[in-house]
């Protein structure tokens, strides 16, 4: 195997959703970058993942930062451009493509890739910005508390990544270990945090789930898959809070935990215009076909799609039996979640009951060719919670809490970089726990969150900020992820032209005004209007 090495200013790793803003913040900076991305498409949880944007009742107005709103308004305009759309869909300024009820934007991941893509492509083409895909980590070299090295292998080839900033972008905090940063994992404990909803004690392998995705469409024929080996052990699975099998349509309520009955109509006789996606009135998920719809066959032309596509990020492919993070063969562990992801499909097509009190639909299809998969799921895991790094500012429940903070409003952080708005919503865990669900006041991120206590010279650009495990569950999401990432790279390319550390910058009043001027000049929301939690 070939070594050779690789420098930039910036050296991202980790191409998902806080990974691109990160390169998309330093190159607006003028600022070289390299990034290394695992999987085929860029963008993370919005594609590789398969997952809808999760975002908060105001996106359409504010609330999110300016390059987001455009990568939002470029998927829009793509379909536009290029797809069959009803001229009532095409006229509509707030298009959903899927008219799910999960987000106001519900889409086809491929084509939040082109937009990302050509997001990317200037920089690409000017030579500031290089991109290694698909690039595994091997290991990471240090020199006191600065990080000297990340060694990545690209097409055969072992190559030596440097630069004055590297940022950890990856899905679990990949780097953190590799270059001794300290951070955490699972549950901190109550006396750590002070959080109501935190244990007594610390459970550092306590995780929530993660989900192996899959779309769906319904038409005509017999598109059964083949059994899966472990299908009769999940068929009779029952976790000890679920209130019934796992494969039902009895599962859980998030918010109250009483257990409920969700409905599934393949293809349903509504009309998508009558969709009020806006999670503050109803999360959505009453009839699981149409929560995450990426396609609604009506806002294109007649014939064009065969059937709605449905995404299929339900409560019962959540994989809660063990932790991916320090499993000592994390692709065995994403092996098992995927089988349970399979074992659904099959119930689905051949036993789930339906309303006809007839059982399964066998038309049901996997569609890998939109997720981007020859095994017809998601090409990636839905990861939902990732290593954290020890911050100088951790973000605890009580900083946002709607039940805490009251009329207050979520904690005003002087060092305000973002804001962001989601419920806490954590999944059920690898500890047994089942949802914590908690409301939130709209909220600002600190940059003290994306300070590690000691190294200088690496940030967190994604679900790795100093959230601890309750807090992660509203800042994992979309928006925010993407926010925490652009300031990592603004700030890297701040630091460099101004010959400071990230540290200096927020403990020093002067630079960190002028890092905020420079935040808000590119778009960066630091504070939220008038506006109420749910």
């Known amino acids: 195997m070939a070594e050779r090495e690789m420098r930039a200013d910036v ?27 695992e999987y085929a498409w860029l963008g993370g949880q919005l594609t590789s993942q398969a997952v809808p944007p999760d975002e908060h009742t105001w996106v359409e107005r504010f609330g999110v930062t300016a390059s987001y709103r455009r990568l939002r308004e470029g998927i829009r305009d793509y379909y536009r451009a290029h797809y069959p759309l009803t001229e009532r869909a095409r006229a509509t300024r707030d298009l ?38 698909p690039a595994t980590v091997r290991s990471a070299t240090t020199d006191g508390d600065r990080v000297t090295s990340v060694t990545v292998t690209h097409e055969g ?9 590297v940022l950890d972008a990856t899905e679990t905090g990949e780097l953190l270990p590799l270059t001794g940063t300290e951070f955490v994992t699972g549950f901190e404990s109550q006396d750590e945090t002070g959080e109501p909803s935190a244990p007594a004690e610390p459970q550092p392998d306590n995780m929530q789930a993660f989900s192996v995705c899959f779309a769906v469409d319904h038409v005509a024929g017999d598109h059964t898959i ?42 349903p006789d509504d009309d998508p215009w009558l969709v ?31 059937s709605d596509v449905c995404l299929v990020n ?32 099959y119930w689905l097509q ?23 998969s020859t095994d017809g799921l998601a090409m990636a895991p839905y990861i939902r919670e990732s290593r954290r790094i020890r911050a100088e500012y951790t973000i605890v429940e009580q900083d946002l809490s709607l039940a805490v903070r009251g009329d207050k409003g979520a904690v005003s952080h002087a060092d305000s970089i973002g804001v962001g708005m989601y419920r806490i919503d954590l999944h059920p865990s690898t500890g047994g726990d089942n949802y914590i669900d908690v409301a939130s006041c709209p909220f600002e991120v600190p940059l003290g969150a994306l300070i590690p206590r000691r190294i200088e010279n690496l940030l967190p650009a994604g679900k790795n900020i100093g959230t601890t495990h309750i807090t992660n569950g509203s800042h994992r999401l979309h928006p925010t992820e993407w926010n925490a990432g652009e300031v990592a790279g603004a700030l890297a390319a701040f630091c460099l032209d101004r010959a400071v550390t990230p540290r200096a910058v927020r403990n020093t009043p002067a630079l960190l005004a002028d890092f905020q001027e420079r935040l808000t000049a590119e778009g960066v929301e630091l504070r939220w209007p008038d506006v109420s939690g749910y």
């Open 276 to 306: 009020d996606a806006d999670q503050r009135a109803d999360p959505g998920d009453g009839n699981l076909w149409t929560f995450r719809r990426i396609a609604a066959r009506r806002q294109f032309e007649p014939g064009f799609y065969s």
């Open 11 to 37: 050296v991202v790793i980790g191409g998902g959703l806080g990974g691109v803003a990160a390169a998309l913040g330093a190159l607006r900076a003028g600022r070289s970058v390299l990034m290394t991305e």
């Open 350 to 372: 051949t036993e789930a009951p339906r309303p006809d009190g007839g059982a399964g639909w066998p038309g049901l299809r996997l569609r890998g060719d939109v997720t981007g």
């Open 226 to 267: 083949d059994r899966p080996a472990s299908y009769h052990r999940w068929r009779e699975y029952q976790p000890a809070f679920w209130g019934d099998k796992m494969l039902s349509w009895r599962t859980p309520n998030p918010r109250t935990l009483e257990t409920s009955t969700r409905g599934f109509t393949p293809n």
């Open 96 to 133: 959903n493509p899927g008219a799910g009820h999960v987000s106001r934007l519900c889409h086809e991941p491929r084509v939040a890739v082109a937009v990302i893509e050509s997001m990317l492509a200037p920089y690409r083409s000017g030579g500031l910005l290089t991109v290694l895909q």
């Open 157 to 165: 080839d072992e190559i030596v990544l440097t630069g004055p900033y």
């Open 314 to 345: 339900w409560p019962m492919i959540d994989y809660f039996e063990e932790p991916l993070i320090g499993a000592a063969d994390p692709g065995a562990v994403v092996a098992r979640a995927e089988d349970l992801s399979r074992s659904v499909m």
